[in-house]
């Protein structure tokens, strides 16, 4: 079987499962697709991912309330040896990319880290990943009996859901007691939708101008579309933005079904992170910015100029 683990959070199916889905259906290996749902009171998540996998096993207990390295890598070790999967799947989240070659190293398989795509050809497994600062993709290869793969986020479309639900299993493990204990957590909150679960993204870059005019053209633009708000690293590294919204190869991987670029140039290490968006509109005021070789529709002009027109037409 191929052995997705699927991440979740506050009781939802995150966006980067369904990705993996569609990882695993490319990878055309045989047996069924089957998501692992560890958690506390995961039941409304099983139902979601029944909707796009062949299976679910639910291990539901108080020991997997709290995400841990350990606890997480024990788990799927041993639903991989029982079910005899030959490819796991972990997301390419921080945790995801923590407790992935732990499982590796209980398998004793070969870990493919951060893949952007996957294809099988007889008993081998090809993947691509980035590498040389998003400059090279390269291709690998991995061969053996079971293959431990993180998917980048963002990097596969979404999967819609099969014909038929998947059935749900109930499974028990045998859990090692964690020697991490998370004690405490603070939230940026926002009502804004989170980068990697956001249709449409408006991202600025420097030449939007200043942190305030992110609050000026940004964020009412973004917010009148339902969007999430994107960052270029430059934006980033100015201050004018957190972290968190850095789109790129030091940032996240979207692949939203539309990106609109204000004011971005389109460096190869931006592009790898938003260029599979499905749609892309760009407005730069430089008629030769790279953005404009992705995007679907370019404006030349000034973004002082023109989004305070797309605020207004975004009203109606
Ligand atoms: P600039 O390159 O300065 O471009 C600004 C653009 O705005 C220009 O094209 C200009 O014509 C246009 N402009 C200016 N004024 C106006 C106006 N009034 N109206 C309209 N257009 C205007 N970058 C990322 O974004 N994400 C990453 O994850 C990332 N990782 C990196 C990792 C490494 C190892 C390295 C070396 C670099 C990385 N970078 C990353 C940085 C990247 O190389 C670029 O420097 C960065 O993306 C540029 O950001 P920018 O487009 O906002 O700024």
Do not use: C
């Not at 390269?138 to 059935?167: D, L």
């Not at 430059?234 to 990106?259: F, I, L, M, N, S």
């Not at 370019?298 to 002082?304: A, R």
């Amino acid at each position: 079987m191929i052995l997705i683990v699927a991440e979740h959070a506050d009781g939802k199916l995150a966006k980067a499962t369904l990705e993996m889905v569609t990882a695993a259906r490319g990878t055309g290996r045989e047996g069924p697709i089957t998501i692992l749902v560890l958690g506390q009171n995961v039941a409304g998540v099983a139902s979601e991912a029944a909707a796009v996998a062949d299976q679910v096993l639910v291990a539901d207990s108080a020991g997997l309330a709290q995400y841990s390295a350990e606890t997480w890598a024990a788990a799927v070790a041993q639903i991989a040896q029982e079910g005899e999967a030959h490819t796991v799947i972990t997301p390419g989240s921080r945790s995801g990319r923590e407790y992935a070659p732990r499982v590796a190293v209980k398998l004793d398989a070969p870990y493919l880290e951060d893949v952007i795509s996957l294809s099988g050809s007889g008993a081998g497994l090809q993947a691509q990943r980035y590498t040389y600062l998003a400059r090279v993709t390269e291709t690998v290869e991995a061969e053996g009996a079971v293959t431990v793969i993180s998917a980048k986020p963002g990097s596969f479309a979404p999967a819609a859901p099969a014909a038929a639900a998947g059935e749900q299993y109930d499974v028990d493990l045998e859990l090692p007691q964690s020697r991490v204990t998370i004690t405490g957590k603070s939230m940026e909150k926002s009502s804004r939708v989170a980068l990697s679960e956001a249709d449409v993204i408006v991202t600025g870059g420097r030449g939007v101008g200043n942190a305030e005019n992110f609050s000026k053209f940004v964020e009412p633009l973004a917010d009148n579309l339902g969007a999430g708000v994107g960052a270029t690293r430059a934006v980033v590294d100015a201050g004018w933005r957190p972290y968190a919204e850095q789109v790129g190869q030091t940032g996240k991987t979207v692949q939203p079904k539309a990106y609109i670029a204000l004011g971005v140039s389109g460096a190869v290490q931006h592009l790898s992170g938003m260029g599979k968006s499905k749609f892309i509109v760009a407005i730069n005021k430089d008629a030769e910015a790279p953005i404009f070789k992705v995007a679907d529709y370019g404006i030349v002009g000034d973004v002082n100029e023109i989004v305070p027109a797309l605020i207004e037409a975004s009203k109606r």
